[in-house]
């Protein structure tokens, strides 16, 4: 995994060059097995929406968002249940939404709405495993939980790349701008490549691309050395290499194939022009917004149009972020941090997005996921936040495969549990892999050689 972090030498915003030397073989791809029986294979790929995404982007609201101020507002509940925002009408007849989206509301005819996703979890991290890899931790309700055996199953943007493999000098799946954490830095299970392998791993890269001064993220020589400098290092380590290899051939050919990805990254100017956010027109990143958020979504669509597979957009706590509710854990304030934090920079940079790959021909082939980890409690408790609720939340999908001005599902009257319609996680992984071409049965092998399907869900085909 490619980590961009703020200590040591770097090169351009913030990633030594030792960092590039770790990067995962591309040589090693494993190829994907499909064994599904014939029978399996023809209903899938006959089914509506198969294969008609090339790409993925993955909207992932770090913290939970709150279903009522959001996808499913209930209007008709007790104020200390419906919170103090209207509903508004949206593009799909029948359909409201929070007023905090009045961007989305105009384009719901494009998307799918799933109101009833639930995992009957309340921990952020395993919940979130559970969404970002479709397998259940365990065990479940375990906050904090760090990556690792038995909870080691691939996320889904892993497995996109071990599927899809690398275009050029990108990676299929990559992860911005920072990882999942909770308070304390504690890392989320699910985000790599896990049993897989690290040739799956998906980049992380930690980036500032709302900062003035965004450079490319270690994809251009730093200032200070020049081509002949660079060619001069090269022949010094091709010397070193000889005479390091006779020591341990094995890993000398690893550690080769990592510097010959290293400098082709280094070299490569498409690879650099997928990242260079400044070449977007001022209107373009005024529409994403002007945060961390926003531009990020805005490179993920860059990414995705220079050949990456996959590309997760989390999002990160704000600078001014208490630990009592940061990101979308409005334990406090719920309704001061929908509506000054949250919602409204969420609604422009998703309409954003959405309307930008419909007007560049890329949204009918281009699958977009809006989820977070779970929803938050039904009642508004004393401190006027939300609490954790995995029993009942919303989440959308919209694009390439996908039948937009769709809502499956529902929830009670209070938006506390589901009334039909239920999806779990795993069903909402396997709608992705469909419209990416791939059938739940699709098999992939750890290090063992154990196959296993890349879903034990299904695809949810009123959507499709």
Not at 445 to 459: C, E, L, M, N, V
């Amino acid at each position: 995994m490619l980590r961009f972090e703020h200590v040591g030498p770097r090169l351009c915003d913030g990633v030594t060059r030792r960092d590039w030397l770790r990067i995962g073989s591309l040589a090693t791809l494993a190829a994907a097995a499909t064994r599904a029986t014939p029978a399996a294979r023809a209903a899938t790929t006959a089914a509506a929406g198969f294969g008609k995404a090339k790409r993925c982007i993955m909207l992932f609201m770090l913290g939970g968002p709150p279903q009522h101020e959001t996808w499913d507002p209930k209007p008709d509940a007790p104020e200390e249940i419906r919170g103090p925002f209207k509903p508004i009408s949206t593009a799909t007849p029948g359909l409201q939404v929070c007023e905090l989206m009045p961007h989305t509301a105009k384009l719901t005819d494009r998307i799918a709405v799933l109101r009833a996703m639930a995992t009957d979890d309340n921990a952020h991290s395993s919940s979130g495993y559970w969404v970002l890899t479709g397998t259940p931790h365990a065990p479940k309700n375990k906050e904090n939980a760090l990556p690792g055996s038995p909870n080691d199953r691939p996320s889904m943007a892993a497995v996109v790349r071990h599927l899809r493999g690398d275009a050029g000098g990108l990676p299929g799946a990559v992860r911005l701008p920072d990882e999942i954490w909770n308070t304390g830095r504690i890392v989320w299970p699910g985000q790599d490549a896990g049993w897989l392998g690290a040739h799956a791993d998906p980049w992380l890269v930690s980036c500032e691309p709302q900062q003035p001064d965004f450079r490319v993220p270690d994809i251009a020589l730093p200032v200070s050395m020049s081509p002949e400098h660079l060619g001069r290092r090269l022949q010094l380590q091709k010397l070193l290499d000889r005479k390091l290899s006779m020591l341990d051939a094995a890993s000398m050919s690893r550690w080769s194939t990592w510097q010959t990805k290293a400098v082709d990254l280094l070299q490569d100017a498409a690879t650099r022009r997928a990242f260079s956010i400044d070449q977007e027109p001022d209107s373009v990143r005024e529409r994403y917004g002007r945060n961390r958020f926003g531009q990020s979504v805005l490179l993920a669509r860059r990414l995705v149009e220079a050949g990456v597979s996959l590309v997760q957009v989390n999002w990160t706590r704000w600078e001014h972020d208490e630990d009592v509710a940061p990101a979308w854990d409005t334990h406090a304030k719920n309704a001061e941090r929908c509506k000054n934090d949250l919602v409204p920079p969420m609604d422009l940079a998703y309409s954003a997005l959405l309307e930008d790959l419909e007007q560049r021909g890329m949204l009918e082939d281009t699958i977009v996921v809006w989820v977070g980890e779970f929803g938050r409690s039904p009642k508004i408790n004393p401190s006027g936040g939300r609490d954790h609720w995995g029993h009942v939340f919303s989440a959308a999908v919209a694009g390439g495969g996908i039948q937009g001005g769709a809502v499956y599902g529902a929830s009670d009257r209070q938006g506390g549990y589901p009334l039909d319609g239920r999806v779990e996680p795993q069903d909402l992984a396997a709608t992705v892999y469909h419209c990416l071409g791939y059938s739940p049965e699709t098999e992939i092998h750890d290090h063992t050689g154990r196959p296993f399907a890349i879903s034990k869900g299904q695809p949810i085909s009123d959507i499709l």
